[in-house]
């Protein structure tokens, strides 16, 4: 089976923004290899969802992905880091009779601080500020 010449939308954007990345990423750590617990585990994180994806692209591809899915989380073993949510092995066509499901994207623990995971600031609805009172009472 070939690969289709079109892909769906927002695929081929998202794998150039992905690829771009990458490579950002690639010539930071090349000129400064300094690498945190955290920033291994996004990256280790990073590869194996971009693996789920890429699974569905042809057989073959699932077949390899699943490899890459094994590798990964013998890296996560051997650098101490926490087991990723999806499996290292996943189901894919011709294993079992089952399709590679579509996987959901990771759940990332929140972080402290003002990060990624920040959502702003939340004021209950039964909690109001004074119109034209900037840091007026709340009522």
């Given at each position: 089976m070939k690969l289709p010449i079109t892909a769906a939308p927002g695929v081929a954007e998202?794998?150039?923004?992905?690829?771009?990345?990458?490579?950002?990423?690639?010539?930071v750590t090349?000129?400064?290899?300094?690498?945190?617990?955290?920033?291994?585990?996004?990256?280790?994180?990073?590869?194996?969802?971009?693996?789920?994806?890429?699974?569905s692209a042809h057989s073959d591809a699932a077949a390899a992905m699943r490899a890459v899915g094994r590798q990964l989380a013998e890296l996560r073993e051997r650098l101490g880091l926490p087991p990723g949510?999806?499996?290292?092995?996943?189901?894919?066509?011709?294993?079992?009779?089952?399709p590679l499901a579509s996987?959901?994207?990771?759940?990332?623990?929140?972080?402290?601080?003002?990060?990624?995971?920040?959502?702003?600031?939340?004021?209950?609805?039964?909690?109001?500020v004074t119109p034209g009172a900037v840091g007026g009472p709340v009522t």
């Open positions: 998202r794998a150039e923004v992905l690829a771009d990345a990458a490579c950002d990423l690639h010539d090349s000129t400064a290899p300094r690498w945190s617990a955290d920033a291994v585990e996004d990256a280790v994180e990073a590869m194996e969802t971009t693996a789920l994806a890429l699974a949510e999806h499996a290292a092995d996943p189901p894919g066509p011709g294993h079992g009779g089952r996987p959901a994207p990771p759940r990332r623990p929140e972080r402290r601080g003002l990060g990624p995971g920040y959502r702003g600031i939340r004021i209950p609805p039964s909690r109001t």
